[in-house]
């Protein structure tokens, strides 16, 4: 049972280069959500998806896009990576309730 | 402002210390509540759930206040390994479920 796994774990970019972040959780959860982490400013949710199919807006939403096209799988996406996007990004999953984490992607964007 | 504000860290204490953190809610629809530890920026890990009676888990009490919408934690007897960025998180029902951290308040327990 590997719970969530958040691939890749460390990427470097480039200004306006796009690339995709996957989430796969195999807990059957409904929820899952996207957030990033950056110093003295805890967890912001980016984005999240209350099922497969469906995705929600969240507090930091701007120059990210996500996709649940599978109910395992939930895709964050950089369309044109900005310097600004440089983070330590989170997944997590739940069930309405307790959420359980990815181990963390640290991008950086130069 | 914020939907969930936490105290401002870093709380450092000596070991065997009790401290207490709180952590305020502006949206009065919320209905579950969460404490999270989180070591070193690693992922963020349950600690224990708010329940509206209060609970307490070994030395660890949480407490909510719906009224004034707060919540808090106290830890006893304070240990190393305690040392942590500790995360208060709500559950906004009537957004879909949004799960809405603090930014968290760390804490360094000193031998």
């Known amino acids: 049972n590997a719970g969530v796994t958040q691939t890749p774990k460390f990427r470097v970019l480039k200004t306006g280069q796009s690339m995709t972040l996957l989430c796969a959780q195999d807990m059957n959860h409904e929820y899952m959500y996207w957030y990033r982490q950056d110093p003295g400013m805890g967890l912001r949710l980016i984005h999240y998806s209350v099922g497969e199919g469906t995705t929600a807006k969240g507090e930091v939403p701007d120059g990210y896009n996500v996709s649940r096209l599978k109910k395992q799988n939930f895709l964050l996406g950089l369309e044109s990576a900005a310097p600004s996007q440089t983070s330590v990004y989170f997944c997590a999953s739940s069930i309405n309730t307790e959420a359980f984490f990815g181990q963390g992607t640290r991008l950086t964007v130069v | ?111």
């Open chain 2, 1 to 111: 402002r914020k939907e969930v504000e936490q105290d401002p860290g870093p709380f450092n204490v000596p070991e065997g210390a009790t401290v207490a953190f709180n952590c305020t809610y502006s949206n009065s629809a919320s209905q579950s509540f969460f404490w999270y530890r989180q070591d070193c920026r690693k992922e963020p890990k349950l600690l224990m759930s708010v329940y509206s009676s209060g609970n307490e888990d070994g030395r660890f009490t949480a407490q909510l206040n719906r009224a004034s919408q707060y919540i808090s934690l106290l830890i006893r007897d304070s240990k190393l390994s305690d040392s942590a960025t500790y995360l208060c998180v709500v559950i906004l029902y009537n957004q879909g479920g949004k799960l809405i951290f603090g930014q968290g308040t760390e804490l360094s327990v000193k031998p």
